[in-house]
Every structure is written in structure tokens, then in C-alpha cells.
């Protein structure tokens, strides 16, 4: 994976298949380090399965025996001499969070965050999605729930607002990164 938000799209897609309706999507910027955190109120793991999710052969997939989203998001995080977090219950929830070393080389860029958010949007436009993005003390936060609301019935995963969003995503996170893309 060369870019973040391709990382982070497959940590979202870990919460819609855990069923939640929930999924907060965090991206922190500050003292050279970039926390990612990927939050959800879905089913949650056990103790036990949770000590063995970032092990590549750790999964329920029934399609391969093999699940590399979260050993790849530890991987990219640990190999800046960042840290890797995850936290679950059962019937609660699930948070995963990866700090990353902003200025080590090995560091992949951040890549279309709003790309990211729109296609977790058309293809689940049930769930709630709230995204907190912030760059020192600059902050930009998108919640689909709310934005629902103005949208009085126009289904959110219609074209033509998918391609709205896009705009709308993509000029806030470039005013929050004030000139310098993560
Ligand atoms: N947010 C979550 N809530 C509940 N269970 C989760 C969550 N994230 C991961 N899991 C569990 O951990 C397993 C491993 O996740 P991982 O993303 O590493 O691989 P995968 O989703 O199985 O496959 P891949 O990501 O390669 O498509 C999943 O199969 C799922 O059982
Ligand atoms: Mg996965």
C-alpha cells in the first residue's frame, strides 16, 4: 500500500463488516507525529482474538485464510518508529490507532482522504461516518449524520452529491494542512 488512506479504508471496512452504524475516522497532526485512529460501535473482539489480530493469520474472511489490514497498518506505522494500538469489547466497539513518525522517510503520504470517506460513504451510505482532521491547531470535522439532514431526502450516495462531497472534502483538509499535504 503506498498510500494511508488506503490503510485507513480498510480499517473502516473492518468496522462495517463488524456491523456498526458508527465509524469515527481521526487524523492528527501534530509535533511531527500523525495519529490515525479508526473508531466503531460493531460487535467488538474477544480478549483472546484480539491478542492474535495483528498476526497476518488471524481472520473469520471465509473467502482467504489470511486478514492483512491490521498487520499492515501496524507494519507501516512501527517501520517510522511509530506505535500501534487496538482496543475492543465485545458488543461495545472497536479503536485502532497508528502513530506515525511524519519526517521519517519510510513514512507512506496520506493520499486522498476524501476519496477514502466518499467511497466508505457509497458503499454504506447507512452508517454514520464522522471524520475529525486536524493540523496543529487547525480543525475541520465532517459528520454525515448531520450533513443527512440537509439534504432532505436526497439519498447521500447519489452522484451528484458524492461528487460535492469530493469538492467539499478535498478544500477543507487542504485549508487545515495550510499549504503542506501530509
Ligand atoms: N473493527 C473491528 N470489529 C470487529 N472485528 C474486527 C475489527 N477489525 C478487525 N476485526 C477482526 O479481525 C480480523 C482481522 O482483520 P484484518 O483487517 O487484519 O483482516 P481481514 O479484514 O480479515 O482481511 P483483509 O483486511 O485482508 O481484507 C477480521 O477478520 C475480523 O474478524
Ligand atoms: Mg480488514
Known sequence: MRELSLNILDIAQNSVKAEAS???????AENNLLTIYVSDNGKGMTKEFLASVTD?????????KV????????????????????ESEVGKGTKTTASFVIDSIDRMPLGNVAETLTSLIMTSPQIDFKLIYRVDDREFIFDTAEFKTLLEGIPIESAE?????????????KIVNGGMDL
Open 22 to 28: 458508527k465509524v469515527e475516522i481521526g487524523i492528527l
Open 56 to 64: 497476518p493469520f488471524t481472520t473469520t474472511r471465509t473467502t482467504r
Open 67 to 86: 486478514g492483512m489490514g491490521i498487520p499492515l497498518f501496524k507494519m507501516a506505522a512501527e517501520s517510522t518508529g511509530g506505535s500501534f494500538s487496538i
Open 161 to 173: 452529491i458524492i461528487n460535492y462531497l469530493k469538492e467539499y472534502l478535498d478544500d477543507n483538509i
